[in-house]
């Protein structure tokens, strides 16, 4: 990726990161609008409904900077519990969850 690519759009990124624990017991930890989306569009692979389809679109558009960054956490974290999943996603006690328009360069 380039650099001016990497000012243009900088990964959105959670304060507080969102771990999954799939159906076959494996975890995974997911930091960034951007890790959630490609694990929604190349690795889920359960049943696609309506949450499904709300996380995906909430996450397009706090890419696009117009849905705040947390509205597509808690949409991906909605999608998880409604497919099956448990989410550890209060983090650890008096952490802070990412709020809209949070951005990181690193």
């Known amino acids: 990726m380039r650099k001016e690519d990497i000012m243009l759009n900088p990964e959105l990124v959670w304060m507080t990161p969102v771990t999954v624990h799939m159906k076959d017991g494996a ?45 597509a956490r808690e949409a991906f974290i909605d999608a998880c519990r409604g497919a099956g999943m448990s989410t550890g996603a209060d983090g650890p006690p008096g952490a802070k969850t990412g709020t809209g328009g949070q951005r990181s360069l690193t």
Request: net charge positive.
């Open 27 to 71: 975890s995974q930890v997911f930091a960034s609008v951007n890790d959630v989306l490609d694990f929604l569009e190349g690795d889920w692979a359960i049943y696609r409904g309506r949450k499904y389809n709300r996380a995906v679109q909430t996450c397009r558009r706090a890419l696009n900077r117009v849905t705040p960054v947390a509205i």
